[in-house]
């Protein structure tokens, strides 16, 4: 019989969400009459902007054309939305990034999960806490057991210090999932400084970058002066242009960006990741890749603009609506989520129980995502308006404090 990676087995019980369709499904067949408001889904629901869809139909169009079929193209991606990203998402920001250095894939998660793999199994890795799973799990599958958790909580305004101690990889997700909260250039700074006086490297997920309104927050980690040398950059259209379904993603990974052999020789990453792309994927669907460039012009920008809008109306809802009933919420303003403190310090599970029980709402508990998110509690801002309206609606009499 073929031995298994034990390290999956060290992977934590990948639960929560089926814990919540759980607790769903048995709530709804107990009351078949209640109308249940789901705030807890973390996918858009807003159709694509119609310049995606315009040009992936005049790229279908031309797939069945023998002249202008396209088949296997660049595992890196084609050049025509490499530039676009270098010149709409950097260049007119002040960021100097080439096309060469960014890498189109099917989709941040892959790309985050993914990316270890060029780094030494016995790299140290620090990881915020709560977190996108992603980060942890797929460094437990190559078995690095070294994990230092930096706590997130509103006592530090979710921004975590460097550790004292030296660390290799360290995680970096702004805007925030599940927290919706954002790190500013001065703390970036400090994590790139660390960095450098560690001989670190950042890998910066910036998927929900597009929902920024504080024009002071950076969108890119290569806003902050000397994040060239040491960060890589996790991009994704799924958040930005609704391809949650249609799949593309992007990972920038600058010239000058070096990690070390054994024996002390520095190696370009950019090299190593094009060597793993070029050894294990096979690009991105044309069509897709078309569909995700048409968002580079100004009616493409207006109508992200517009989506991005209304999902962000949304959180501004949920944030007003969840302090009028006295409860305590940070995020939101930044992000499409919105992180609130459990009303009298109860559990989060609890929290979900009650909220499931009197309000028939669905969220997300925050201990789902982290020990620290304990005591939490995540709402999207992806639902619909109505919904949203009548979830907060319903939560006026929620009294935190009886
Ligand atoms: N990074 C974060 C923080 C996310 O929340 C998500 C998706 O929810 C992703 C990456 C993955 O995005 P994609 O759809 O591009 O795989």
């Excluded at 296997?72 to 260049?91: M, S, T, V």
């Excluded at 805007?175 to 560690?198: F, H, V």
């Excluded at 999902?311 to 939101?332: P, Q, V």
Aim: with cysteine; hydrophobic share 35%.
């Amino acid at each position: 019989m073929a031995k298994i990676n034990e390290n999956y087995l060290k992977l934590p019980k990948n639960y929560l969400f089926a814990e919540i369709g759980k607790r769903v499904t048995k709530f709804q067949s107990e009351n078949p009459n209640a109308k249940i408001i789901r705030l807890g889904i973390g996918d858009v629901t807003q159709p694509l902007p119609k310049v995606c869809i315009d040009a992936m139909a005049a790229a279908v169009a031309e797939m069945g054309n023998a002249e202008t079929f396209r088949g296997y193209g660049p595992e890196q991606g084609y050049n025509f939305l490499r530039e676009k990203i270098a010149d709409w998402n950097y260049k007119r920001r002040g960021i100097e990034i080439s096309a060469d250095e960014i890498f189109i894939s099917d989709g941040s998660k892959c790309d985050c999960g993914n990316i270890q793999e060029i780094f030494s199994l016995d790299s140290k890795i620090a990881i915020f806490n709560p977190v996108y799973p992603v980060y942890l799990d797929s460094n437990i599958m190559a078995g690095r057991t070294e994990i230092i958790y930096l706590p997130c909580t509103a006592e530090n305004n979710f921004n975590p210090a460097p550790p004292r101690e030296n660390v290799d990889l360290i995680y970096i997700c702004s805007p925030n999932n599940p927290t919706g909260t954002t790190l500013d250039k001065a703390a970036l700074k400090s994590w790139i400084d660390y960095a450098k006086e560690n001989d670190a490297v950042i890998l910066y997920d910036s998927a929900y970058a597009a929902y920024i309104t504080d024009e002071n927050i950076p969108r890119s980690i290569y806003e902050v002066d000397g994040a060239k040398d040491v960060a890589i950059e996790f991009r994704s259209f799924s958040k930005t242009a609704g391809f949650t379904g249609t799949r593309c993603g992007y990972v920038v990974i600058p010239e000058n960006l070096y990690g070390k052999t054994s024996s002390g020789e520095k190696i370009p990453l950019k090299n190593l990741w094009l060597r793993r792309q070029t050894t294990k994927f096979n690009g991105t669907a044309y069509i897709v890749q078309r569909g995700a460039a048409a968002i580079y012009s100004d009616e493409g920008q207006a109508q992200i603009k517009n989506i991005i809008g209304y999902y962000m109306t949304n959180a501004k809802i949920i944030l007003d609506g969840l302090k009028s009933a006295g409860l305590t919420a940070y995020g939101g303003i930044n992000a499409p989520y919105i992180w609130l403190k459990t009303p009298n310090n109860i559990s989060s599970w609890n929290f979900f129980d009650e909220l499931l029980n009197k309000f028939h709402i669905v969220g997300t508990p925050g201990a789902g995502f982290g020990s620290c998110g304990e005591n939490y509690f995540r709402l999207t801002a992806f639902g619909n308006r109505e919904n949203i309206f009548e979830a907060m609606e319903r939560l006026k009499s929620l009294k935190p404090n009886s």
